[in-house]
């Protein structure tokens, strides 16, 4: 074998691993991405719950990510019936940071006194996921 037959076979071999490198990486950075937006969504249920009366059902529809502001918005539906966004900048963020629109027309009162509950065991939540 010639040496650039060998040199030839080298690179290749470094090309290949340094492809598996790169996959790896990107495969860990999806997951870890994933594993942010399943907190935030457990985030904004706990919001939801303490600041509106009523909720007992809520159902993550999907989350868009717009690269022009940098921002996620959250799809949801509550208790089967109305639609919701919310919208925020950066994960694990204060939750008085979410931008949250709905259609005012439909029942949704807000609570008159914002409670302090810990967790959603109460309520049924489906989660997005990609």
Do not use: P
């Amino acid at each position: 074998m010639n040496k650039r037959k060998k040199w030839g076979i080298i690179a290749l071999v470094i090309c290949i691993i340094g492809g598996i490198v790169m996959f790896s990486l990107n495969q860990q950075k999806e997951k870890t991405l994933e594993e942010k937006i399943r907190i935030e969504q457990d985030r904004m249920a706990l919001y939801l719950v303490n600041h509106y009366e009523g909720i007992n059902e809520i159902e993550f529809n999907d989350v868009e990510n717009n690269a022009t502001t940098g921002s996620r918005t959250a799809l949801l539906t509550l208790n089967k019936e109305l639609e919701m966004e919310i919208t925020f900048f950066k994960f694990n963020d204060k939750t008085d940071n979410y931008v949250i629109s709905w259609n005012k027309r439909l029942n949704l009162q807000e609570k008159n006194e914002i409670t302090n509950q810990q967790t959603i065991d109460n309520i049924k939540v489906k989660y997005w996921s990609k």
